[in-house]
């Protein structure tokens, strides 16, 4: 139980194009979603936090006209790079968690990397 | 500000051996601690939790341990096998940071034959 998916696993797009990048629930609800980024051999940096049919909440130097997140479902939320840059290029992972059963427990998506060319 | 670091940036065991990976963290207000495997390219994968109440808990081949007094973090990984290498982390939240995860810098495990 617990499986989190990501989609795509891998993206290559050309720099100011936009990827939209999907993490989905299998086997639960999510009512908050967490997104990820990961630089080679660093660790992982909390980009924002979703709750279900809620905005966003986005970490302290992130953009959010940048990086745009919905959670419309529980079991669907999306990220989307908007005119992306080389150095956008990274890991990113989603995380997911059922509040109403766990508030802490955060089951991990298998990553998505993306390269800006 | 609070973190959460480990001791050991990369550490090297023989197979069969028993591994341990240390954690600190600074926040007192930690109440819950998770400790993740990651391979390369992939997630991380959950491997034991242990809430701030407790100061010991055993999974299938692992054990976590906990010293609040020192905030104090540790994995012990017994009988260890090639397929343990990876990148261990420590994550620790509590309710102030509203669920979210703090983790730490990462521990590479490298298990030689």
């Known amino acids: 139980g617990a499986v989190v998916s990501q989609h795509p696993s891998r993206v290559i797009c050309k720099s100011g194009t936009s990827v939209k990048i999907e993490c989905r629930s299998l086997?639960?609800?999510?009512?908050?979603m967490f997104w990820y980024r990961q630089f080679p051999k660093k660790s992982l940096m909390l980009m924002a936090t979703?709750?279900?049919?809620?905005?966003?909440?986005?970490e302290q130097g992130v953009e959010k006209d940048k990086f745009l997140i919905n959670h419309a479902s529980l079991t669907l939320s999306t990220l989307t790079v908007t005119s992306a840059h080389p150095e956008d290029s990274s890991f990113y992972i989603c995380s997911a968690n059922d509040r109403r059963v766990n508030t802490d427990t955060q089951y991990f998506g298998p990553g998505t990397r993306l390269t800006v060319l | 500000g609070e973190s959460v670091g480990l001791h050991l940036p990369t550490l090297s065991v023989q197979e069969g051996d028993n591994s341990i990976i240390n954690c600190a963290y600074s926040?007192?207000?930690?109440?819950?601690f998770i400790w993740y495997k990651q391979e390369s390219g992939k997630g991380p994968q959950f491997i034991i939790d242990i809430r701030s109440n407790m100061d010991k808990r055993q999974g299938q081949r692992v054990t976590v341990l906990l010293n609040k007094t020192v905030k104090h973090l540790s994995l012990q990984i017994a009988a260890t096998q090639p397929g343990d290498s990876a990148v261990y982390f420590c994550?620790?939240?509590?309710?102030?940071?509203?669920?979210?995860?703090?983790f730490g810098k990462g521990t590479s495990l490298l298990v030689t034959p």
């Open positions: 926040n007192s207000a930690s109440d819950y």
């Open positions: 979703s709750n279900e049919g809620s905005k966003a909440t986005y």
């Open positions: 994550a620790e939240n509590n309710s102030n940071s509203g669920y979210a995860l703090n």
């Open positions: 086997d639960f609800q999510a009512t908050t």
